[in-house]
T-cell receptor, first 111, second 114 residues
Framework: KQEVTQIPAALSVPEGENLVLNCSFT??????LQWFRQDPGKGLTSLLL?????REQTSGRLNASLDKSSGRSTLYIAASQPGDSATYLC??????????FGTGTSLTVIP | NAGVTQTPKFQVLKTGQSMTLQCAQD?????MSWYRQDPGMGLRLIHY???????DQGEVPNGYNVSRSTTEDFPLRLLSAAPSQTSVYFC?????????????FGSGTRLTVV
């Protein structure tokens, strides 16, 4: 079974700082990886989908990288803003029609 | 607005009661799924469906039933509620399968079993 781990579990940074969130997975036979954002009391919103053939995917101030061989993905957030405060989850789909989610990193950006 | 609609948003049940959590999507997605989210455990898949009339079990199916009679609807039934089923439940759908893109979540149902 795929195991997905996210470190750190919580992160607090001052506004304007660049930051990196980490995601690791045990089974490198994946075809893509997805990053989601969850605001308190809300559902998940898809941020970035990175295919296994890609090394990076960018959307605005967000950049996700994927290294299948090492079982790692990172989400880079540039020039953080208070509105970025949320929980960020990574997820890996299996061949069996399932998504395996990490437990998330709770980010707080302090004004 | 296009998306995934879950009802109710909050529910309190007594142990042994049954209920149905509703999920509807209007994006013509073939794949629909139910997750539960518990502190420290992340999201865990309960059941999923790859199309009308086709359902399968996920990681934690015990105590839950599903059916898919239409493309739009995927209700989750709790047969006899237990305190261990206290959780936040999310319905999600995508065009074909997880990771195929367009994966859309509902806003969740917070269930408390006393």
């Amino acid at each position: 079974k795929q195991e997905v781990t996210q470190i750190p579990a919580a992160l607090s940074v001052p506004e304007g700082e660049n930051l990196v969130l980490n995601c690791s997975f045990t089974d490198s036979a994946i075809y893509n990886l997805q990053w989601f954002r969850q605001d308190p009391g809300k559902g998940l919103t898809s941020l970035l989908l990175i295919q296994s053939s890609q090394r990076e995917q960018t959307s605005g101030r967000l950049n996700a990288s994927l290294d299948k061989s090492s079982g790692r993905s990172t989400l880079y957030i540039a020039a953080s803003q208070p509105g970025d405060s949320a929980t960020y989850l990574c997820a890996v789909p299996s061949t069996g029609n399932q998504f395996y989610f990490g437990t998330g990193t709770s980010l707080t950006v302090i004004p | 607005n296009a998306g995934v609609t879950q009802t109710p948003k909050f529910q309190v049940l007594k142990t042994g009661q049954s209920m149905t959590l509703q999920c509807a999507q209007d994006m013509n997605h073939e794949y629909m799924s139910w997750y539960r989210q518990d502190p420290g455990m992340g999201l865990r898949l309960i059941h999923y469906s790859v199309g009308a009339g086709i359902t399968d079990q996920g990681e934690v199916p015990n105590g839950y039933n599903v059916s898919r009679s239409t493309t739009e609807d995927f209700p989750l039934r709790l047969l006899s509620a237990a305190p261990s089923q206290t959780s936040v439940y999310f319905c999600a759908s995508s065009y074909l399968f997880p990771g195929s893109g367009g994966y859309t979540f509902g806003s969740g149902t917070r269930l408390t079993v006393v």
